[in-house]
């Protein structure tokens, strides 16, 4: 089994890519940001931590979970808080992604698990052999997508963009950048070449799909 993480900035294609990889490979994939989601729901491990942390803001809705977009906007404005929520959540989440991989790997059922993140930290998650792809994207067309995608203001993409890491950051720690400016499917013949270099191929029925 091999481990890919794929990370980039908003707008990139992490997502996208996964979804692909996950419908066509015997693949696990796990989103950094839905396993950090889960944990701070009610009953999840990180939620009263949580609840301590935001407590004097207006992020919490009736039934005691978290309004996703109120975190959000105090996260991309708030830098205190939102180191403050990283520094709790991000040991959890490593913590909670290295067991699925210690547990995959042992048994030996998956050709790839794949883990999609905004943050270029992969090689402290997996204690085996791993491969990071960075999604290269041009912040001008990233704008683009994510207005078209989500709605998002310029206001709002700024203060995402400002809350992310640099591309030097990503760059440092890849180690494959894969360009990402076309079509969807430029972008996965790109991961299918690098798969295939690890001798993984598409699962059977996607194989004879292709042939047909």
Known sequence: MRFIGITGGVGAGKTELAQYLGRNYNSRIMSADEIAHDMMAP???????????????????????????????????????????????????????????????????????????????????????????????????????VKKSRGYSDERIDEIIASQPTEDDYLYEATHVIENSGPPQEMFIK??????????????????????
Not at 197 to 210: C, D, G
């Open 43 to 145: 009953g999840g491990t990180c939620y009263e931590k949580t609840r301590a942390l935001f407590g004097p803001f207006d992020v919490w809705q009736d039934d005691g979970s978290l309004d996703r977009a109120k975190m959000a906007d105090v996260l991309f404005t708030n830098e205190v808080q939102r180191h403050a929520l990283n520094a709790h959540i991000h040991p959890a989440v490593k913590a909670y992604a290295r067991e699925v991989a210690t547990r995959e790997f042992i048994d030996e059922k998956l050709d790839l698990l794949v883990f999609e993140t905004p943050f270029p930290i992969f090689m402290d998650y997996w204690p085996f052999n791993y491969r990071l792809w960075y999604l290269d994207t041009p912040e001008k067309i990233r704008r683009e997508r």
């Open 191 to 212: 991961a299918e070449r690098l798969l295939e270099q690890l001798y993984i191929e598409p699962t059977e029925k996607v194989r004879k799909t292709a042939d047909a």
